[in-house]
């Protein structure tokens, strides 16, 4: 490694040298502001005739073609693309200086490698950069570069400072370079990248897992591994989504929860344990990337699947993507029969959708996701791992009647009510409704009018409207809800009729009238008929007197009378024959790896005074010699332990096992 500082001119002046942005590195994202900031800092070294620090670059050294040296630029390369579009801009601008400035700094003239051009940038930016560079600015698609070299133009036309003058100014820019190369005897390229990139602001997860996979590699490899495999995945996601999709790509592989900040880190972990190559990883990341793309457009080649991925995605319940991802590759892998996938999938469905609909929290599912994706539990036996996991909170008929019958369904989150009516007319008529263009009708209107006051008769109608007008009862499909407004029944039961929903014509069918007991009556009705649709799995597969196997410590279990055999805490896993000595562990563990958190739960009041009071009646000495009362049920140290996960921020890490 060599780094030093360097003035601008005499780094860009170098002969014979491409200065190459590799295929993996961000498309020219500079915005105005940047550009504006860059040239005003060349006006103050103008008119100050003083030296400018512009930051560091850093950069790995090839041979290339006739002794030529390539720069493959691994960090720096935005401000590097700025300042030569304005030294360009300088160039159109100044014909004293135009050739000196084309030929020493912008082209290699004795060199035909890249056109001519000492710059390279990646692939979606060259055409616009070669149009600026070659004086032929035709791109038709919007571009950066050449808003950004236009801007230029413009800022050193209305400047008070002659162009020549800003000219000589660029070199008092002094900017650090850090030269390297793939020697694997020295300093690893990819590690002084993370080391420049370590506030985690400039790039995102997924530009940092890309570079960690082609940072290593040559030129050629690069380019052909980015287009064989990378373009590809980049294709599909937006950069969010992207991100969101290696985190659960890696919480199918690693059976780990993975935090949003740290899956990169993850990733690195992952890639390194395994002892993958670079193209063995992307090749898995693409299959996986297909995969994720099907579940978001609910596109996979089976029709069941399909609409239990829409309804999941409509029901905004991402954080089961890694187990659907887990379903559809053990189906592709022949691992598992298609029908067993889907029954697995459906069962998931109705807890999610029971969930929904009750509003009870699932702020337990990633726990249980996480440990739907280890198939090392239950024999891999897909059905009794997913009933053991869920069946402490799923939701029974009776609650979720009870929910429908006394919730406001319309005002729920995520077009609940839209897709229960779309998935009710689904079930009866087996045609697909356009979810998008179906509208909610509210049978008795937001707003009464007179009519319809006088219309509810003796109720009160407010009353009524408050408390029936959101429930599922009252609430109908129909293209012509503006039409309708708040026509009367009579009026509306015209349009039912002649409705092509069914489930808006059997209003008109079989209710005359309509006031708080047809709201009643039909809410029950449509209560049964989901009942049906999202049915609560037979729990008796995993009979009562069966309370055993894997639970993540937030989920709610009835241990008492059984016996624990192993806690998990962050993948390492100890072999216990008692809560007493469960509990003990724990704290050992939370000691052992980070002795502030153990401060942490002495200072809580309540913990403080259950764990370490001085009238100890069953006593326990801890690895640190501190002394612990233990002489609790089995309930309540899972209380402690989930207590002391929460405050300690591990409760997605902590699991137990039991028989």
């Not at 459906?346 to 440990?371: A, D, M, T």
């Not at 989150?413 to 356009?434: Q, S, Y």
């Not at 209003?507 to 029950?524: G, L, P, S, V």
């Not at 049964?528 to 309370?547: H, N, T, Y």
Request: aromatic share 10%.
């Amino acid at each position: 490694m060599k780094a030093d500082s360097i003035h601008l001119f005499y780094f860009l002046g170098s002969e014979k040298t491409i200065f190459e942005i590799p295929v993996f590195q961000r498309n020219y994202e500079w915005n105005k502001g940047q550009c504006k900031q860059l040239f005003k800092d060349l006006t103050i070294a103008a008119q100050n005739d003083t030296d400018h620090f512009i930051g560091t670059i850093v950069y790995i050294t090839e041979t290339g073609n006739k002794m030529s040296h390539i720069y493959r630029i691994i960090d720096g390369q935005q401000r590097l693309i700025s300042l030569t579009l304005l030294l360009k801009a300088l160039s159109d601008a100044d014909e004293q200086d135009q050739d000196e400035i084309e030929e020493k700094y912008l082209t290699n003239n004795n060199l035909l490698d890249n056109n001519h051009l000492k710059l390279k940038p990646v692939d979606h930016d060259y055409e616009a950069f070669s149009s600026v560079m070659n004086g032929m600015v035709n791109v038709d698609r919007p571009s950066k570069v050449i808003d950004n070299y236009h801007l230029f133009q413009k800022l050193i036309k209305n400047s008070a400072i002659k162009s020549s003058k800003l000219y000589k100014a660029m070199n008092h820019f002094n900017m650090v370079y850090i030269e390297l190369n793939n020697n694997p005897n020295e300093e690893n390229p990819q590690v002084i990248f993370e080391s420049l990139n370590s506030t985690g602001v400039s790039l995102s997860s997924s530009d940092l897992v890309r570079n960690f996979l082609l940072m290593n590699l040559n030129s050629q490899q690069q380019s052909e591994l980015y287009k064989k495999y990378w373009v590809k995945i980049e294709q599909m996601f937006a950069t969010k989504t992207f991100a969101e999709f290696i985190r659960h790509y890696l919480i199918v592989k690693t059976h780990v929860s993975v935090r949003k900040n740290d899956v990169y880190g993850s990733y690195k972990d992952y890639f390194i344990s395994e002892g993958f190559s670079s193209e063995e990883s992307l090749a898995d990341l693409l299959k996986f990337a297909n995969y994720y793309d099907q579940i978001l457009n609910h596109k996979t080649k089976d029709t069941e699947f399909n609409k239990v991925l829409e309804h999941i995605n409509v029901m905004d319940s991402k954080v089961v993507f890694p187990y659907l991802m887990l379903l559809m590759d053990l189906v592709n892998s022949d691992q598992s029969k298609r029908k067993e996938a889907n029954e697995a999938a459906s069962i998931l469905e109705s807890y999610l959708f029971r969930l929904k609909v009750c509003q009870l929290p699932s702020n337990g599912l990633n726990n249980i996701v996480v440990g739907l994706c280890d198939l090392s539990k239950d024999h891999g036996n897909l059905k009794p791992r997913l009933l053991r996991l869920l069946r402490a909170n799923f939701p029974d008929d009776h609650k979720l009647a009870d929910s429908l019958m006394e919730r406001d369904i319309y005002h729920k989150g995520n077009h609940l009510a839209k897709l229960v009516l779309v998935i009710l007319e689904e079930h009866r008529t087996k045609e697909t409704i356009d979810f998008d263009n179906a509208q909610v009708e509210h049978i008795l209107p937001q707003r009464l009018n007179a009519e319809w006051r006088s219309q509810l008769d003796n109720d009160n109608a407010d009353e009524v409207k408050e408390q029936y007008g959101n429930k599922l009862g009252n609430l109908t499909l129909t293209k012509y809800n503006q039409e309708m407004s708040n026509t009367t029944y009579n009026e509306k039961k015209d349009f039912y009729r002649n409705s092509n929903v069914s489930l808006t014509r059997e209003i008109a069918k079989n209710y005359d009238h309509w006031d708080r007991e047809a709201i009643k009556d039909r809410t029950a009705k449509l209560a049964q008929e989901l009942i049906r649709i999202f049915p609560m799995p037979d729990i008796k597969e995993v009979s009562e007197r069966e309370i055993t196997g894997e639970y993540t410590i937030d989920q709610t279990v009835n241990v008492t009378g059984t016996k624990p055999i192993l806690i998990t805490i962050s993948e390492k896993e100890y072999p216990v024959k008692s809560w007493r000595q469960m509990l003990i562990t724990f704290l050992n563990d939370i000691w052992n790896k980070d002795s502030h958190n153990y401060e942490l739960i002495k200072e809580n009041a309540q913990l403080g005074q259950t764990l370490f009071n001085k009238n100890l009646r069953n006593s326990a000495k801890l690895e640190n010699g501190i002394n612990i009362e233990t002489n609790f049920s089995a309930s309540y140290i899972v209380d402690i332990i989930a207590k002391i996960s929460k405050i300690c921020d591990i409760t997605d890490q902590v699991s137990y096992t039991v028989k």
